[in-house]
């Protein structure tokens, strides 16, 4: 399957997206009906396996989930290998690098109560019919870099110019130009000045 083709059945399930998309190998892309997807201009998402040789373990996949999700990546965008799933919000700034095999998630795919876990397990319907599943926007600002097999979780707020280290673990607010590293995840130094 080539990328025109497969930009083809982008349009089809109204993914939104902008002039030169460079598809380097084919990605999943999912976009729920009623959901929004948007991808800027000049965006880049790899997803062959020598398309970036940190070592993608999968290709990128970007999901809206629920219906009223969004996931808006902005412009001047690099995506490599990574995941990012939506079930409300995720914001991702211009001209931010998304290193291979990074993790973007802004819910927590199951709920924490066992209950509730059993409810979603005997709902037919295959969905989360209740709210059961915690979500929360993800905003990432522009001119960040988030390095390889880092996760960013439910919530977490990344102002513009921030660093996130391979492997971190990400959950929280973050002022602009911090370096954040670790398991979980914090600032280790400022860039500004």
């Not at 089809?12 to 800027?40: C, D, H, R, W």
């Not at 690098?97 to 037919?124: M, Q, S, T, Y």
Request: glycine residues 12%; aromatic residues 6%.
């Amino acid at each position: 399957m080539n990328s025109n083709w497969f930009k083809l059945v982008m349009r089809m399930t109204k993914v939104e997206y902008g002039k030169n998309l460079l598809l380097k190998g084919l990605p999943v892309i999912f976009n729920k009906s009623g959901a929004k997807l948007i991808i800027g201009n000049n965006v880049t998402i790899k997803s062959s396996l020598l398309s970036n040789l940190v070592g993608l373990y999968t290709r990128s996949i970007i999901v809206t989930r629920t219906p009223q999700a969004e996931i808006v990546i902005g412009n001047n965008v690099g995506i490599s290998g990574a995941t990012i799933y939506a079930r409300k919000g995720i914001y991702i700034g211009d001209n931010t690098a998304i290193g291979g095999n990074c993790k973007i998630l802004d819910n927590d795919f199951h709920p924490i109560d066992a209950e509730n876990r059993v409810r979603l397990l005997n709902d037919v319907h295959g969905g989360d019919q209740a709210g059961l599943i915690p979500a929360k926007e993800i905003y990432i600002g522009k001119n960040c870099f988030i390095g390889c097999n880092s996760i960013i979780l439910k919530g977490t707020v990344l102002g513009d110019g921030c660093v996130v280290g391979a492997g971190a673990v990400v959950s929280g607010k973050f002022e602009a130009d911090s370096v954040i590293v670790g398991n979980p995840a914090k600032v280790i130094r400022n860039l500004e000045g």
